[in-house]
């Protein structure tokens, strides 16, 4: 199984700052990788697929990069919305499986 | 628009069985492979499972395997998750989700609560 490390657990960022997570593959998953926000009580919505692509409606703040084992989700310029838990999600190989998430919450 | 509404969640014994069902609307559902992902209260998201478009292809996570089944019924635009042998660790919101660009997930429902407890 492909274990996905995300990090920090959590962020604690302003509006307007810039916010980087991080995701760590267990092993070379290419750029077979997607993100997530979930916010409370919500389901999870797709922002980025294979690393790099934003998903449909999804704003030019949002960005990704990386392939192998090390991925970035970045958020140039955070607006209140953005504040939220962020879950990587690899589909190299089965099982698919996701990071631990990491928080962004509001300093 | 696409909607996914789960149904059939609620609290069972450990060892007992349950079957959850996720009716899909909006999109051409015979077209698109379909999973489950749960996710245990204030945890993480976990997949349990895919069916492909046809049903000819099914994969499993690795705690659930030999015990949950997935099946679709096409004509009825419906996905469902046989639940067997329940364990206390299967507690969590149950989501269907649509498969997107092969093995991620674009549209989720609003997720299902199974709960096993004695």
């Known amino acids: 199984e492909i274990v996905l490390t995300q990090s920090p657990a959590t962020l604690s960022l302003s509006p307007g700052e810039r916010a980087t997570l991080s995701c760590r593959a267990s092993q070379n998953i290419g750029t077979y990788l997607a993100w997530y926000q979930q916010k409370p009580d919500q389901a999870p919505r797709l922002l980025i697929y294979?690393?790099?692509n934003r998903a449909t409606g999804i704003p030019a703040r949002v960005s990704g990069s990386g392939s192998g084992t090390d991925f970035t989700l970045t958020i140039s310029s955070l607006e209140p919305e953005d504040f939220a838990v962020y879950y990587c999600q690899q589909r190299s190989n089965w099982p698919l499986t996701f990071g631990g998430g990491t928080k962004v919450e509001i300093k | 628009q696409v909607q996914l509404v789960e149904s059939g969640g609620g609290v069972v014994q450990p060892g007992m069985s349950l079957r959850l069902s996720c009716a899909a609307s909006?999109?051409?559902?015979?077209?698109?492979?379909m999973h489950w992902v749960r996710q245990a209260p204030g945890k993480g998201l976990e997949w349990v499972a895919i069916?492909?478009?046809?049903?000819?292809?099914?994969y499993y996570g690795d705690s659930v395997r030999g015990r949950f089944t997935i099946s679709r019924d096409n004509s009825k635009n419906t996905v469902y998750l046989q639940m067997n042998s329940l364990r206390a660790e299967d507690t969590a919101l149950y989501y269907c989700?649509?498969?997107?660009?092969?093995?991620?997930?674009?549209?989720w429902g609003r997720g299902l609560l199974v709960t096993v407890s004695s």
């Open positions: 069916i492909w478009y046809d049903g000819s292809n099914k």
């Open positions: 294979d690393a790099s």
């Open positions: 909006g999109f051409a559902f015979s077209g698109n492979a």
């Open positions: 989700a649509r498969d997107k660009y092969s093995r991620y997930f674009d549209y």
